[in-house]
């Protein structure tokens, strides 16, 4: 097990989506004895494994599921579909004799809405618990919610409650009640769930939309998107997706700029507390999912001094368009903003968003993007964030409106499919449900599961999965991969190739990456010539010799010693 209170700097981390991975007892979902069934595909300590060091799970906690596991009704319990604390103890006892951290997923901004704390806020307007949650008095004659917040899915963030004739706040379900960051016995209550967890043995979590706990204490409305404050730092509109450049652009699904909702200073104090009781522990880590527009507010949730999270997802690198120079600039823009000391980490998927290989994907070409992006993520300064099936090239489910379980995707259908499709079941072998359940899968298969499984991967030494492997194998006996300094090279490579250096105590690697689908020629300066070629993304280049001057075939990616 990588030890040192900076073990998570050297960490290949992988997110685990519970109820897709392995289900054990077919019912279709997915459980904690499935997953500990697996983790020998994950890390034995030898390279015929995956080789992760720290994995990081979706919630497994009880949950009613209106948000699959998102809304959690119980803190300190397994859900029954997944499990019991025993399987999470010896979950935790088979991955760390394997080598391998446990992550959780803290979601605090709200809780469920059959959470113990919120029924009994909700029970009446001076239950000891009223405060716990964001209550507020309709406004007008007509009775109208508090402002004109909107939720982060869709719809007003207000829901009107009978009983006691209050609003409540939820910036996403109404099944999502926002928990008060302002009342110090939330925090006092919070900070006994983190405990439980690390004195159980977690090493970390992952902080659902920490950047939304606090919320302007006047509850001002937010003004309309088009008077937003300019984000001196947001990337180039050439650098977006056109799709995720208008979702910012108009602060979609809300058509507001979320100025008093969210980033609020007093998170901030409240993320510094929460990192002092990590602290408390030894090897104990931390990784926040912070959505914003400007990179460096993202980056200001390390805090001053490295007193806050240890880490932030960055989310510009998913959203580039498929250019050598936009991935280039938003890692660029990312390293400059990053304080000194702060560590960056950086993800392609998540149980969020279009899996990679379908987001960058084009057609035929979709296989060859996949393993450069691999190599770019595997290579880049910072912690990198595997999501399950990404290392099989599993792609995008794409699944009619009445077969979707998101409540995202059925309200936005056709214009958004919501979010099913990253999260259809590990794909295991051919066959039955893809290896994955006995039963009938909670979610169809994806696509192409007859070859894009790991059996079939398995055994082709060619295959994604097995390129992977070596990657992940080869990064841990290169220290300048790990904490080597990052710097572009321009000079000598074309405009739709990128390459970096990596430099550690004299010794320097170099990755070239070809974002065309064309040959490409890298005429470098002889201070960066090549001398030993470690890795190629393209199974016909042998280690060894890398030529002069380097000729880059179609989306290959190399990764050299100078
Ligand atoms: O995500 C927060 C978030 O901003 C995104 O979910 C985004 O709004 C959404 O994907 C738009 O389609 C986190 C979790 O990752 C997500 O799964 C939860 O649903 C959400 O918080 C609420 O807990």
């Known amino acids: 097990m990588l030890t040192g209170a900076d073990w998570w700097k050297k960490a290949v981390f992988y997110q685990i989506y519970p109820r897709s991975y392995m289900d054990s ?19 034995d300590g030898t390279a015929n494994s995956l080789g992760v060091d720290a994995i990081w799970f979706s919630p497994f906690f009880k949950s009613p599921e209106y948000d699959y596991g998102y809304d959690i009704a119980d803190y300190c319990d397994i859900d029954p579909r997944f499990g019991t604390l025993e399987d999470f103890d010896r979950l935790v006892s088979e991955a760390h004799r394997r080598g391998i951290r446990v992550m959780l997923d803290l979601v605090v901004n709200h809780s469920s809405h059959e959470h113990p704390w919120f029924k009994e806020s909700r029970s009446s307007r001076d239950n000891p618990r009223r405060d716990w949650y964001i209550w507020r008095d309709g406004v007008g004659p007509r009775n109208r919610p508090p402002n004109n917040w909107r939720n982060h899915f869709f719809g007003p963030a207000w829901t009107y409650d009978e009983h006691t004739e209050q609003y409540y706040l939820h910036s996403f379900l109404p099944q999502q009640p926002d928990l008060n960051w302002f009342n110090p016995q939330v925090r006092r209550a919070v900070d006994d769930v983190v405990r439980f967890w690390l004195d159980r043995g977690a090493d970390g979590f992952r902080l659902d939309v920490a950047h939304v706990y606090c919320k302007d204490e006047q509850f001002r409305s937010n003004p309309p998107f088009y008077r937003r404050p300019k984000a001196a730092e947001k990337a180039s509109i050439g650098d977006l997706s056109l799709p995720v450049y208008l979702f910012y652009l108009l602060g979609l699904p809300e058509l507001q700029a979320k100025l008093y909702n969210q980033h609020h200073p007093e998170t901030h104090r409240v993320l510094k507390e929460f990192r002092k009781t990590l602290d408390e522990y030894p090897e104990k880590t931390s990784i926040g999912e912070i959505v914003g527009q400007d990179p460096r507010v993202t980056a200001s949730y390390y805090g001053t001094g490295n007193d806050e999270l ?55 070409d979709s296989d060859a993007r996949a393993r450069l992006l691999a190599m770019l993520l595997l290579t880049l300064r910072g912690t990198p964030f595997i999501y399950y099936g990404e290392e099989i090239g599993m792609k995008e489910l794409r699944l009619p409106r009445r077969l979707l379980r998101d409540p995202v995707g059925k309200k936005w259908y056709p214009f958004h499919r919501g979010r099913d499709g990253c999260r259809s079941p590990m794909q295991w072998k051919g066959g039955h449900a893809a290896g994955f359940t006995s039963g009938d899968p909670w ?36 220290p300048a991969l790990i904490t080597g300094s990052y710097r572009s090279v321009v000079e000598g490579v074309p405009g739709d190739c990128y390459a970096y250096l990596r430099e550690d105590k004299g010794k320097r690697l170099l990755v070239a990456l070809n974002f065309a689908a064309r040959r490409r020629k890298l005429c470098l300066p002889p ?21 002069s001057p380097l000729i880059l075939d179609s989306y290959e990616g190399c990764l050299l010693e100078l």
């Open 443 to 478: 979610l169809p298969i994806g696509p192409e599961a007859e070859r894009r499984n790991v059996a079939f991967q398995d055994k082709d030494p060619r295959s994604l999965l097995n390129f992977y492997r070596r990657l992940i194998w080869l990064r841990k006996e290169q």
């Open 310 to 364: 240890h880490m932030n997802f960055y989310f510009d690198l998913t959203h580039c368009r498929w250019k050598a120079g936009a991935f280039r600039r938003a890692v660029e823009r990312w390293e400059s903003l990053l304080p000194a000391e702060a560590w960056p980490a950086y993800t392609f998927s998540n149980h969020d968003i279009v899996r990679a290989i379908s987001r960058f994907g084009r057609g035929s």
């Open 25 to 43: 007892d077919g019912d279709g979902i997915g459980d904690l004895p499935g997953i500990i069934e697996k983790l020998d595909y994950l890390n």
């Open 527 to 547: 201070t960066l010539e090549p001398s030993r070629l470690l890795i190629s993304t393209a199974e016909s280049r042998t280690a060894g010799e890398p030529g």
